[in-house]
């Protein structure tokens, strides 16, 4: 069984990586993003409630946070273990984490903010599908359409140059202290995100031991 913590400024790549990390080690992928995405997407009540939070770039309160992670933990669906991405995002969240569940390891992907900025303002996602595009490494075929499906690519309502601001301020004021509350029990592995995505993996497994990358495996971003 192996738990992963994967954490990083928006747009380092955890998505990806943790992808990655996933497809060949038989873990689970938890992204708290993409669960509050689906909800809003789907307009769902919960999705009511935190459209307007998400679309700000704002964080959504703990203790939704918190009952949405245990509920998707709650399912046990996931016995070679899991990566999760997006959580903790700060000091109380890290608490609660630490106290219901063991961690194999922190994977910490760090990124300049300027390439952050680069990044983030380049991605877009389909609606439909929900695969990953970005302008600068990752151009769909067709501008602006899907390469899977064919549907019109969208620019995530959080991925204006104010919202990412608002993130990026709530990454080094709330989410960098919960390295310190996690480094006081495990090991956090830094890595550099900046290298291509297959570089970044290679890294993260050798830093952790896993057994190699192999190229073969479609990226998403
Ligand atoms: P992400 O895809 O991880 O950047 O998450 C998208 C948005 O979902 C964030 O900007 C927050 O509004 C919300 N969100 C995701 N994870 C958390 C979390 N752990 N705590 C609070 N809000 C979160």
């Known amino acids: 069984m192996r738990k992963f913590v994967i954490m990083g400024v928006q747009g380092s790549g955890k998505g990806t990586q943790s992808e990655l990390l996933c497809t060949d080690l038989d ?10 995405r689906w909800n809003v997407q789907n307009h769902t009540k919960l999705g009511a409630q935190v459209r307007r939070t998400m679309t700000a ?9 918190e009952s949405v992670v245990r509920e998707r933990l709650d399912r046990h669906d996931w016995n070679f273990g899991f990566v999760i991405d997006g959580f903790p995002r700060n000091g109380r969240q890290a608490e609660f984490f630490m ?22 303002l380049s991605r877009r996602l389909c609606p439909n ?18 390469d899977i499906c064919g549907h ?8 204006t140059p104010e919202a990412l601001d ?24 830094d890595i550099d ?17 896993l057994p190699p990358y192999k190229p073969a495996v479609a990226l998403s971003t």
């Open 193 to 209: 995100a900046r290298p291509s995505a297959e570089e970044v993996q290679q890294s993260i497994r050798d830093q952790l031991g």
């Open 99 to 120: 106290e219901s569940y063991d961690i194999d390891a922190v994977i910490h992907l760090e990124l300049p903010d300027d390439e952050v900025r680069r990044r983030v």
């Open 27 to 36: 873990l689970v992928h938890i992204s708290v993003g993409d669960i509050f």
């Open 57 to 65: 770039g704002e964080l959504v309160g703990d203790d939704m946070v």
């Open 129 to 146: 599908c929900g695969m990953d595009y970005n302008l600068i490494a990752d151009r769909p075929e067709i501008e602006g359409r899907c």
């Open 152 to 159: 019109e690519l969208i620019t995530r309502a959080d991925d």
């Open 166 to 189: 608002a993130r990026l301020r709530d990454y080094h004021q709330k989410t960098r202290p919960v390295l310190d509350i996690f480094g006081r029990k495990e090991v956090i592995h």
